[in-house]
């Protein structure tokens, strides 16, 4: 029996250890872009995950234009039904759609976008294609005579969207971006807006800067900036993208095309960042003790919690919890944790976090003070925005199943913002004392907190 427990044991510290190098692997052998290379070709890929809808857009809210002529014989349409938004980088979602392209008899056809080619057969009279700025190139061949043709699509939409058409990205929440003008934008115009915190170190202080990833479409030449700073991306030469940098000295900026459209962008950026904060969380609970050989305890109490975190990375960071109840029969439960995220999804607005670490409980028995170590293991979700702008929710837990008399469960249910916080939580824990006794410990309750500083 003993052997056995010993190797599992062996077992959960070993998934333990490879789970933490794996992560930690993963996440150093990763480069993160802020765009793809070639954005139209990402744009068409079926690799790249789709996304919520931006906006109520139409197919018929999109026209083509051919750069000269149009190729005689030939009939384009949008597929109805076939508009979907696509994430073509953690911080920017365009749109694409399926156009069924209809060819002149013994006609043979490709569609280039980039390097991206596409046959167009009788068969397969369908090809995924770009609806932002993007030019497509048709190659027809007939009776070996071949000709090239370019055409795009332009957003004309059939009826007016009420209020803003800039859109903004859930990547802009936390900085509470906001915009300015962009219910004025002409007619055929839209735009989506995407933000990157940028964190470099001056003078021992983490300064902030935030990246603005601008796609403008609709626009004949390339944007002006009227205050703040900018450069367009060296990663595309579209006229339509560019990249905007803020700073807490320099937090909006104002944006002008030449056809007279115009919009100001607006953020929220402290003078240096914190890596570390301290908070406390207060509540009613059930309570409910139970030692062998000492009276028992099972009523209502406050319990009082103490939460701490200090960022590695961005992706990264250490966090510590303590939990005790206000009771004169109380009992004290530390928890110190490697907290990585190791995956997002739904459209970048989920996070699941891992959380690798330890716990210690302190409690008084018949016999004297008792200190336990104990290794349970956790996760958290994180949906950003679930209830708002910057108002997250978040599901976890730590878990360590009865071994040898011995368990652990820790799980919450939080809603708010960084600012205000409140909880569901239960947490239970069991201990072994001598070769009969126990310890076991149970607690319910709802908690309001905050932080009280950063650092």
């Excluded at 070993?14 to 744009?43: H, K, M």
């Excluded at 002409?186 to 470099?200: D, F, H, K, T």
Aim: proline letters at 6%; charged letters at 20%; glycine letters at 8%.
């Amino acid at each position: 029996m003993q052997q056995g427990k010993s190797m599992f044991r062996s077992l959960y510290w070993g998934l333990i250890v490879c789970s933490a190098v794996f992560l930690n692997a993963s996440r150093a052998g990763a480069l993160e872009f802020v765009l793809p290379e070639r954005i139209d070709e990402e744009l068409i890929s079926e690799a790249v995950p789709t996304a919520f809808e931006v906006a109520p857009f139409l197919e018929a809210d999109f026209e083509i234009g051919w750069k000269k002529s149009a190729p005689p014989g030939v009939r384009l349409e949008i597929v109805p039904g076939s508009l979907t938004w696509v994430r073509v980088s953690r911080y920017l979602v365009l749109p694409r759609a399926r156009v069924r392209i209809e060819l002149p008899v013994e006609t043979l056809a490709q569609v280039r976008i980039g390097r991206s080619i596409q046959a167009v057969t009788p068969e397969a009279p369908e090809v995924p294609v770009s609806l932002f700025s993007a030019e497509h190139e048709l190659l027809l061949v007939e009776r070996g005579k071949a000709s090239t043709y370019s055409f795009h699509f332009r957003y004309s939409p059939k009826k007016q969207i009420s209020g803003s058409r800039v859109f903004v990205d859930v990547s802009c929440s936390p900085q509470n971006v906001k915009i300015v003008g962009g219910e004025s934008l002409p007619a055929n115009q839209w735009v989506y807006l995407g933000c990157r915190m940028i964190r470099s170190t001056s003078h021992s202080k983490l300064v902030p800067q935030l990246e603005l990833i601008v796609a403008w479409s609709g626009i004949s030449g390339s944007p002006s900036v009227i205050s703040g700073e900018a450069q367009v991306s060296s990663r595309t030469s579209k006229a339509s993208l560019m990249s905007v940098l803020l700073s807490a000295d320099k937090p909006s900026v104002q944006l002008h095309e030449p056809e007279g459209g115009s919009f100001e962008i607006q953020a929220s950026l402290p003078k240096k960042l914190n890596r570390g904060s301290f908070g406390v969380g207060l509540g009613p609970y059930a309570y409910f003790l139970d030692i062998s050989g000492d009276e028992g305890v099972s009523q209502a109490a406050a319990l009082a919690t103490l939460y701490g975190a200090y960022s590695l990375s961005e992706n990264s960071r250490i966090i510590f919890f303590d939990a005790f109840p206000v009771h004169r029969r109380w009992y004290n439960d530390f928890g110190l944790y490697f907290d990585n995220e190791s995956s997002r999804a739904l459209d970048e607005r989920l996070s699941v976090n891992l959380l690798l670490g330890f716990h210690w409980i302190a409690f008084r028995s018949p016999s004297g003070p008792q200190y336990r170590l104990g290794v349970p293991q956790g996760f958290e979700m994180l949906l950003r925005d679930a209830f708002g702008k910057r108002k997250n929710m978040s599901l976890g837990g730590f878990f360590f199943p009865l071994i040898d008399g011995k368990s652990y469960y820790n799980a919450w249910a939080r809603v708010g913002t960084k600012q205000l916080f409140i909880e569901a939580n239960y947490l239970s824990w069991t201990e072994r004392l001598g070769n009969d006794g126990r310890a076991h410990a149970r607690n319910f309750g709802i908690c309001i907190g905050g932080p009280l500083f950063f650092f």
